[in-house]
T-cell receptor, first 116, second 109 residues
Framework: DTGVSQNPRHKITKRGQNVTFRCDPI?????LYWYRQTLGQGPEFLTY????????KSRLLSDRFSAERPKGSFSTLEIQRTEQGDSAMYLC??????????????FGDGTRLSIL | EDKVVQSPLSLVVHEGDTVTLNCSYE??????LLWYKQEKKAPTFLFML????IEKKSGRLSSILDKKELSSILNITATQTGDSAIYLC?????????FGAGTRLTVKP
């Protein structure tokens, strides 16, 4: 069990640029989640996948945000035309179903995005 | 709108003290409540609670869910400096998981 892996760890970019983050979940986990966390707040749900299907998207996920999980393994989160307000920690988590019960999510260390 | 509220927002105690952290929720299609500990990076899982009144324990930490009161508490006994962290409560429904803002616990030597 190597845990949930995210990269890059940090991303600094200018406003207006596009950025892409990657998440590699725990290998046997079929569910993958993206969250955003700002200072002093808990993580806010963005979207989740079951295998390759994107099953839920938050209203927070504007049309500048897109997430994919093409083969049901790793996932990418892209933000286009970044804005100052996108500066945050982007967390990925994964979980699996066991006997019909969704097990706890395990988180990666996140990608910290800073928009200049 | 669904919400998860934690209290207190911050807490400073001395080593050896016992603390109780609170979480209340209003979540449609509630399935489970989870507690996480967040130090500098990833939240790490502590407990998942689905049934009312059944205490879960792990060492000095314990937690219990009250579905009637829509709340949960997390207890830490004999606190140590290593317990200093943000403790997050999260409620899960069919699809997503909603977090509270967390309680920042500082344990002084």
């Amino acid at each position: 069990d190597t845990g949930v892996s995210q990269n890059p760890r940090h991303k600094i970019t200018k406003r207006g640029q596009n950025v892409t983050f990657r998440c590699d979940p725990i290998s046997e986990h079929n569910r993958l989640y993206w969250y955003r966390q700002t200072l002093g707040q808990g993580p806010e749900f963005l979207t989740y996948f079951q295998n390759e299907a994107q099953l839920e998207k938050s209203r927070l996920l504007s049309d500048r945000f897109s997430a994919e999980r093409p083969k049901g393994s790793f996932s990418t989160l892209e933000i286009q035309r970044t804005e100052q307000g996108d500066s945050a920690m982007y967390l990925c988590a994964s979980s699996r179903l066991r006997e019909g019960v969704n097990q706890p999510q395990h988180f990666g260390d996140g990608t910290r995005l800073s928009i200049l | 709108e669904d919400k998860v509220v934690q209290s207190p927002l911050s807490l400073v105690v001395h080593e050896g003290d016992t603390v109780t952290l609170n979480c209340s929720y209003e979540v449609t299609n509630f399935r489970s409540l989870l507690w996480y500990k967040q130090e500098k990076k990833a939240p790490t899982f502590l407990f998942m609670l689905t049934s009312s009144g059944i205490e879960k324990k792990s060492g000095r930490l314990s937690s219990i869910l009250d579905k009637k009161e829509l709340s949960s508490i997390l207890n830490i006994t004999a606190t140590q400096t290593g317990d200093s962290a943000i403790y997050l409560c999260a409620c899960r429904n069919n699809n997503d998981m909603r977090f509270g803002a967390g309680t920042r616990l500082t344990v002084k030597p």
